[in-house]
């Protein structure tokens, strides 16, 4: 069976090191290897060109269904709807149709995507119990593998796959799907250390993770709970994982994987942009968000970011409670640089 071990560039990381060594997959470098998580409904075009800007090693599309990516692309070809302007772009697929997910990830990558992504983790339960499989595929080792093969097969890029420790307690079975990676010639794996049942709840298990790690050759990625260069390290340290990856705490801080990267290299503190550099990254973001989804939707989909934005800042509660109700881009605009550099002379003169 065909397997991209031979591409792999893993050097050995020095035991004195914070940051592991950057990571070769295929024809592609993860540099650093502090990675963006997908996260669907966030990790959007416009967030993931900032995380980039910032230093991110490397992002990952939102999820896609490989059924609605094809039935967009026979509407109006979805990748060249818009302009690839991600280098690399990494396209994440889900589905439970082997053919079918063969298909997408052959048309993604003859659009220019320069891996494919497989989604065996999303634990969200129209994804479980819907055609996009997500963590349920860890149910059915044999249909896992399956997918595997056969997106494998269809395409020349590196393939990765992204999944969770088990279902649950009771079926802890991350390890034996490595290994069924590892024959199906998967190049990257990554794991998020809960299993589904958990949802994003209780704590990370390193241990579950560095039993995936050893249980397979393929470079390993460890996922969850990664907030800031300790606990980053600490994952790092009890999982011999290769790389970690950023989810939840870039809610509001697409500069995270990058800086929390920088850190790790230097042995420095974490460095959030200043007061001045955030202002004009979050009115940069808002006029992307716009530019992208259009300025009715795009002030829609911008509340999040904002509320993310603007939270545990002095007057954050009554600042959102004011703009959520703003339907004017101009208006919108100009509150949120207004709000962002009061809070900045509110936390000097603290």
């Not at 075009?45 to 039935?71: D, K």
């Not at 949802?199 to 397979?216: L, R, S, W």
């Not at 801080?253 to 460095?271: M, N, V």
Request: hydrophobic share 50%.
């Amino acid at each position: 069976m065909h397997c991209f071990l031979d591409d792999i560039r893993n050097p050995v990381m020095p035991d004195s090191a914070a940051l592991p060594p950057a990571l070769g997959v295929g024809p592609l470098t993860l540099d650093p290897p502090v990675l963006l998580a997908p996260m669907s409904g966030i990790t959007d075009r416009p967030f993931r060109a900032l995380a980039r800007e910032y230093g991110a090693g490397i992002t990952v599309s939102e999820m896609i269904a490989g059924a609605e990516l094809m039935h967009a692309h026979r509407r109006h070809n979805w990748l060249r709807a818009a302009p690839l302007d991600e280098a690399p772009l990494i396209v994440q697929l889900a589905g439970r149709d082997p053919a079918l997910m063969a298909e997408a990830a052959r048309f993604a990558a003859d659009q220019g995507a320069a891996m494919i992504d497989l989604n065996m983790g999303c634990p969200a339960k129209k994804v479980v119990n819907g055609a996009s499989g997500g963590a349920a595929l860890m149910r059915d080792e044999t249909l896992a593998g399956d997918i595997m093969a056969r997106v494998v097969a269809a395409v020349t890029v590196p393939v990765s796959m992204k999944m969770r420790l088990g279902w649950d307690r009771d079926s802890l079975n991350a390890p034996r799907l490595a290994a069924i990676a590892e024959e199906e010639g998967i190049s990257l794996l990554t794991v998020h250390g809960r299993t589904r049942d958990q949802f994003y709840g209780g704590t990370v298990d390193p241990e579950g993770i560095a039993a995936v790690k050893a249980a397979t050759r393929l470079p390993l990625i460890a996922n969850g709970d990664v907030t800031d260069p300790a606990s980053a390290r600490r994952l790092l340290a009890a999982t011999g994982a290769d790389g970690v990856m950023v989810g939840r705490a870039c809610q509001g801080a697409p500069w995270l994987p990058g800086r929390l990267a920088e850190a790790l290299r230097r042995g420095t503190p974490l460095r959030p942009p200043a007061a001045a550099e955030e202002t004009a990254l979050v009115v940069r973001h808002f006029d992307a968000l716009l530019g992208h989804y259009g300025t009715e939707n795009g002030l829609k989909v911008a509340r999040k970011h904002i509320g993310w934005y603007t939270r545990g800042k002095p007057g954050g509660a009554v600042f959102r409670a004011a703009y959520f109700a703003i339907e004017d881009a101009a208006r919108a605009r100009a509150a949120i640089a207004d709000f962002l550099a009061r809070a900045a002379e509110a936390g000097m003169a603290a």
